[in-house]
């Protein structure tokens, strides 16, 4: 059984005190403890000294699952973990994110910085993800991203369950006078069943909080899991086909105030000359507030309801400066094609592949230059959020991904301290990075400084939204292969040049720091790819073009899946060899990749003859941790090509609900195939030219394929799961449209040069 070593009361307990008709207890085990944040938030009847574990002497049971529920299914994931150990039923519990706190950090989204590859077992790079874990540690780090939630709670929650479970049986063995080992648990009752006597937990939860903790905490072995590794109800479900106020635009508080924003067309520009006359005297105004901020200027206004601010914010005359960057979409491709003329940091290079090309005739050279667009978040929910400053503290309801960079950043804009900003995370109407960012908060904040401690609501326009977005980078690539004489590559030089993201996303919220080292996100996808090549080498290339860029789902996998899987068509293609043998052979190094693509290439009957008008493409992507194959079935039709199908295979190590799972692989694949369609943000005059979701849109229901979906558990560490089938989905149906079509399209979206039913 899995075990937790011996320590130390101090580090196991914080604040041990109880209260009165409850308490909360678990697993907290820090070498060097953050204040638990749940003390002085408790209902009557609860206590704690615990941030993850409530229980109420009325056998409420509580966990906290503080990561940002945008619908990826964390709450309830996080939550059976908890339950598991606990030995009760997802349905005798309650589920909150609790407060913005560095208790609630999240190590493992940092531990896979550096330029290392998930499969990369080697003591360098186990060190340095240990590192980086360690890192978020000491940060204090709280966020939702990177896939990384279950994987930074699988260890955690379950341990605060098993701590709770086995401190409740030595209370109650106390009240029975029954020694624990005739103690059994099930749905929140100790049972002594010799005498027939039983407690609720809640009967002895505060003496529970008495008892000395365990020296050695033992955890179920996965074959006795009872609820992990089994679909589950989702604990959000209830609450979104309801309709009930759950999101951040759902948020109505007494005496509240409405608002909106409009900030420069062009980032970064100041308003030359303004007029806010016409604005200000709109019926159910009340004030229009300049805003100079990290992320921008502009002007907010505070309405009486929230068509009033919209109304007055068209109606604000402004004149702004020019832009800091290429002016336009050609400029900015230009700007990206230049940068690939330097040299860039080699995030891979295996073998020497100078050499390797030195002397390559021109028949084995492969080449081919990638190029993809900006892309938008779209968020199904608009940005917003509400805040409340008040005898000098701040509390902000916010749909947020950071809640503790969110409290810091907010108490600079509201100039309080941290201890008095109180963050109301609620659930996100989508996030896939967006909601990562402060902006909405900072706004909002700054409102509420001018609203006389009455509660602000912005929201913004779709328009807003859509034009004022961090978006995925655009990103272009140049690549050359030289083939041996059995077809395979035996060098590769990939060279990838997009704005970095890590520079943008701290001039936004750090401006005092500078990035260090190569930002790998710029290569991602492509430099840390299970393939053995003898001569291989990934060069990541910052370009220096200012639009703002972030953190969209997938990340720098998103283009680089494509660019590199793509490519790895055109190097079979040239090669004579099938796609899915030309990865068999380059993967025989790694078994779980091997595994995954010969699992795929099974559910998909991959080299079977298709009809006339109908074809398959298959692309790998390894990213976050989990390991993925997609075969997409495309069809010519005479409305356009449909997609008819995607087989999915994925290997995520540990599966912790198989449902969620799928479904967020399904949702990953459709996210992606979105993006390859028709999805581009483009520049005119240095502004964004799409507004809503007629100039961007997503795939629709009629267009959704089929989907058959494998999870496999091969790998020897849990994967990442809302990210991971997004890469590949993009690069397979560009594969697909060259095996259908002959024609081999290499920047997106497809739609410029196909169109689709």
Request: with cysteine; net charge negative.
């Amino acid at each position: 059984m899995a075990s937790v070593g011996k320590i130390a009361r101090r580090t196991f307990l914080i604040g041990a005190a109880a209260i009165a008709g409850g308490v909360a207890i678990g697993y907290y085990y820090y070498r060097k403890p953050y204040p638990n944040p749940l003390e002085g938030e408790l209902a009557e009847g609860e206590a704690t000294f615990n941030p993850y574990v409530k229980v109420a002497s009325d056998n409420t049971i509580t966990v906290i699952a503080p990561r940002a529920e945008m619908g990826q299914g964390v709450s309830t994931s996080l939550a059976a973990l908890v339950a598991e150990e606990l030995d009760v039923g997802l349905d005798r519990i309650k589920v909150e994110h609790g407060p913005a706190a560095y208790a609630y950090y999240n190590s493992e989204m940092l531990a896979d910085g550096g330029p290392f590859a998930f499969y990369n077992d080697g003591l360098v790079a186990e060190t340095a993800r240990g590192a980086m874990g360690a890192l978020g540690k000491v940060l204090g780090f709280q966020g939702t991203g990177g896939s990384s939630s279950t994987r930074d709670g699988f260890d955690k929650m379950r341990q605060a369950g098993a701590a709770t479970r086995h401190m409740l049986i030595e209370a109650a063995a106390k009240n029975l006078g029954v020694p624990a080992s005739e103690l059994e648990t099930a749905d929140a009752t100790i049972t002594h069943k010799a005498s027939g006597k039983s407690l609720t937990y809640g009967e002895v939860a505060v003496a529970a909080a008495q008892i000395e903790p365990p020296a050695t905490l033992k955890l179920r072995e996965k074959t006795a899991w009872k609820l992990l590794g089994k679909p589950q109800m989702r604990t959000d479900m209830l609450a979104k086909v309801t309709g009930a106020p759950i999101f951040g635009v759902d948020v109505t508080l007494p005496d509240m105030l409405h608002g909106t924003v409009k900030m420069s067309p062009r980032f970064w520009s100041k308003p030359v000359k303004s007029d806010l006359s016409k604005a200000e005297k709109m019926p159910g105004v009340i004030r229009i507030v300049p805003l100079e901020t990290t992320y921008g200027h502009g002007f907010g206004v505070i309405a009486e309801n929230t068509w009033a601010a919209f109304k007055a914010a068209e109606a604000i005359e402004v004149e702004w400066a020019g832009a800091e960057y290429p002016i336009d979409s050609a400029a900015i491709s230009k700007a990206l094609t230049d940068a690939l003329a330097t040299q860039g940091s080699a995030l891979r290079d295996d073998g020497n592949v100078d050499t390797a090309f030195a002397d390559a005739p021109r028949e084995k050279i492969v080449e081919a230059d990638y190029a993809v667009p900006y892309l938008a978040h779209a968020c199904m929910e608009p940005m917003n959020a509400t805040a409340r400053l008040k005898d000098g503290v701040l509390d902000i309801w916010s749909p947020n991904q950071m809640p503790t960079i969110t409290r810091q950043l907010c108490a600079g804009a509201a100039g309080v301290e941290q201890d008095k900003v109180n963050v109301h995370t609620t659930f996100l109407g989508g996030g896939f990075g967006r909601r990562g960012e402060m902006d909405f908060s900072i706004y909002a904040t700054l409102l509420a400084k001018e609203a006389g401690g009455r509660p602000v609501k912005i929201i913004w326009t779709r328009e807003e939204d859509t034009r004022h977005d961090v978006y995925r980078p655009a990103a272009a690539g140049k690549f050359q292969a030289r083939l041996g004489d059995d077809g395979l590559p035996v060098a590769i030089d990939m060279k990838i040049a997009s704005p970095s993201i890590i520079a943008s996303v701290l001039r936004r919220t750090f401006p005092s720091l500078s990035p260090v080292g190569p930002d790998k996100t710029i290569a991602e996808g492509s430099f840390d790819q299970p393939y053995v090549v003898p001569n291989y080498r990934v060069a990541a290339i910052p370009a220096q073009v200012s639009v703002p860029v972030g953190f969209w789902r997938s990340v720098g996998n998103s283009y680089n899946g494509f660019f590199h899987e793509a490519f790895m068509d055109e190097i079979a293609t040239a090669g004579k060899t099938d796609p899915v043998e030309l990865r068999r052979k380059l993967m025989t190094a790694h078994p779980t990749a091997l595994k995954v693509v010969e699992k795929v290439a099974e559910m998909a009957k991959w080299g079977e003859t298709l009809p006339a008008g109908k074809a398959k493409g298959f692309a790998f992507t390894l990213s976050f941790g989990s390991w993925v194959g997609e075969v997409v079935q495309v069809a010519d039709t005479p409305a356009g090509i449909r997609i008819e199908k995607v087989w999915i295979a994925a290997d995520v190590g540990t599966a912790i609900d198989p449902g969620i799972i799928e479904a967020q692989l399904v949702s990953g694949a459709i996210y992606g195939l979105s993006a390859a369609m028709g999805q581009e943000i483009t520049f005119a005059d240095g502004m964004v030219e799409q507004s809503n979701f007629h100039d961007f849109d997503a795939m629709r229901i009629f267009q959704c394929p089929t989907f058959e979906v494998a999870i496999l558990e091969n790998a020897r560490k849990m994967g990442g799961v809302g990210e991971v089938a997004t890469p590949p989905a993009i690069p397979a149906l560009a594969n697909a449209v060259f095996a259908l079509t002959g024609k081999r399209i290499r920047s997106l979206p497809l739609s410029k040069e196909v169109s689709f039913a």
